[in-house]
């Protein structure tokens, strides 16, 4: 009868540039970490090659007493009914590709992959803001928009592990149109990092005559960053960007909340830097766009993780819900 | 040990106007059935009183060998955390009713309460034409716009009880004002039988020199049923009115899908005798709406149930989910 409280899991992130990785206990405390550039392998055999060589030695020196687990992995789109990331358009690897085969045969360890917003949800639900909740709505704000919406204490994969994409909810109809999937108003083009940059600039071309500090930067060098800071400063129009960027937020939150009624929805990313400036808004937004029945109990937080370990954490917690769910894993 | 395949539920409807009620096998077959008027009781223990004198004759003619299990009750704002019907705005019983509680003590059977539209989807999933799917979106077009979700088999409630308000999501961010709720630009306000008539007279407004035969009736007389007739008829403007209603729904349907990927969504209610006239549009605008991942999979259907006999159904249903879910039941 080991203590499994005591046992470890390994937590791999993989993003299109770099891969993190690290050892987590049940606490949510990252043992060790340590990143690698997911690019430089030309092939998903030899990316779990260079996985093995980087983590065996950090495996090599787990306390006495602890055993590791699994391996939980987040990727863009992991499938975790099926083991294998499909068709990620930011990978080099091509097609769908067998990755918690390929883990398990080579670390002889259970593992478990997710799509990455889903991870980041699991991750907030084992250590994070959302610990004791059974019904909440992540929201991942970033580059893009991701989402991982837990219902009655389990992740929602919809019938075929795609449920949740929530960032591509048309919000504007016949609005901006996004770079990517050319649909039109979607949430994503307005709230992720690249829409409010997207904002930004068309604010500043349709005021020509407002002066805002945003104006020392190029079309090209305004980001999320550059706003927030403007904005703190006490630049109008950067506020005028949060403003219009919690409108729409706000308004897509409300229609989230009516869908399945959580108890909360964390917002987590880069985004969120901008602390009030996108807080206040949404939540204004959402409330009025609520039926009354849901007014002023649904909480709207940030997340409690931090950014840089968050990737790892919610991979690692993937494996602590191996036993919780049903969900296909490699070498169990 | 006896069979329970055997055994027989009530299922009763209640409605602002009339409340119908039968008894129902496993198969879906409803072996009696009848209906009275919700108004004539001034109080919950008068009308549950009333409920006795009709449903007792009915349980004493059951076949021999059969056991009633118990009494479904779908209503309007039916809570079944708590068994109760709560501020019901089309009922004249104001406040709170435990009406579950009373149903028991006068019938001495566990009763349970689900608002209407879940019941609905219950319904569809223990007799229609969801029988077999864990994932699946009923939205009821009728009078009103409602929605009932099943994830993973289970009906989404959310913290409280109240998830799946789709009728008011909004999808028209700044349009139409609902009539109730003052909400604007809501599917209830666009999709519902309501909606359909008003956007009739809209467009018989805006093309004044558009022949019609929508312009034989007068404003009020204008429903979803006579636009239904004159588009079949070969009306273009009553056309138009489908195909503009379809358009929303289909945007709508599209967000949902984003959010739970459901393998089906089930239409129900008066607006689906439209037929192909709604079917088209709605398909098309959700297909369109979909990120590829989603594109033609999604089953969108009309319900198998007769819509006479859907509301004794879904409710009957619900004493069959006891066993299945922990939703609180009053005398079990």
Redesign the interface.
Known sequence: MNDTSKNLAIGIDIGGTNTKYGIVNHRGEILQQSEMKTEQFSTPELFVDGLYNVLKPMMDTVPAGTLVEGIGIGAPNGNPFRGTIEYAPNLRWKGVIRLCDLVTKRFNLPSIINNDAKAAAIGEMTYGAARG???FIMITLGTGVGSG?V??G?V???????????G??????GGRKHWG?G?HGSLECYTSATGIAITANEMLDENPKVESLMRQYSREEINSKIVTECAQKGDKLANEVYLFTGQILG?AL???V??????AIILFGGVIKAGNLIMQPTKENMEK?L?P??QN?IKLIFSELKEADAAILGASALVWEIAKNKTIVSGS
């Open positions: 909740m059974k019904d919406i219902i009655n389990h929602v994969y919809g019938h075929d592990g795609f449920a949740g994409e929530l591509h909810t048309t919000i504007r109809p999937t649909m308004e409300a229609n989230f009516m869908f399945s009624s959580p108890e766009n039926l029945i849901y109990k």
